[in-house]
């Protein structure tokens, strides 16, 4: 018989998610880059590629159009994704006890999280190459995106009917 127990399980129609104190340190330490992240109002080149992700391109063939949409789209997008990071925060820091639109939050949040180290470590989609840019295979940064995605994997299996 398995030890492992879940990080996220259902208790009737509410959520509970119990990771441990050294995990929720670490998320909560991640949430917190991201907000800094997402909140800078002066962001690095460098700091703008690892948020590429997070602001996907709706029209890539049309520039204008593109600066347009982020114009619009941009700020809703921050501010949901700042909403989402706070209800981790309040997740983590209280009994973990959330309802399912708080756990599809939580999920969001952890999604922006994995786009941003994926970016970083050059994650890529194409069946045809390696998952992960060569340099980053060992790397504490791959670590966390495969913790991250091990955790998001949770929640969607809990989520499942």
């Not at 989609?125 to 940064?141: F, H």
Request: charged fraction near 25%; glycine fraction near 6%; hydrophobic fraction near 45%.
């Amino acid at each position: 018989m398995s030890r492992f127990t879940s990080p996220v399980r259902r208790e009737g129609d509410a959520y509970v998610i119990n990771l441990g104190r050294d995990e929720t340190s670490l998320v909560l330490h991640l949430i917190g880059e991201l907000r800094a992240l997402l909140t800078d109002p002066e962001p690095t080149s460098d700091a703008q590629v690892l948020m590429v992700r997070l602001f996907p391109v709706a029209h890539p063939h049309d520039e204008k159009l593109e600066a347009e949409y982020q114009g619009w789209m941009r700020t809703d997008l921050v501010q949901s994704k700042l909403a989402a990071i706070a209800i981790v925060e309040d997740a983590l820091e209280g009994d973990g006890v959330v309802d399912e639109g708080h756990l599809m939050a939580f999920m969001q949040a952890l999604n922006s999280l994995r786009l941003v180290l994926g970016t970083l470590v050059g994650v890529s989609d194409d069946p045809a190459v390696d998952e992960v840019a060569p340099a980053y295979v060992d790397s504490t940064e791959y670590a966390l995106y495969s913790y991250l995605s091990w955790l998001l994997e949770d929640c969607v299996r809990v989520l499942a009917p």
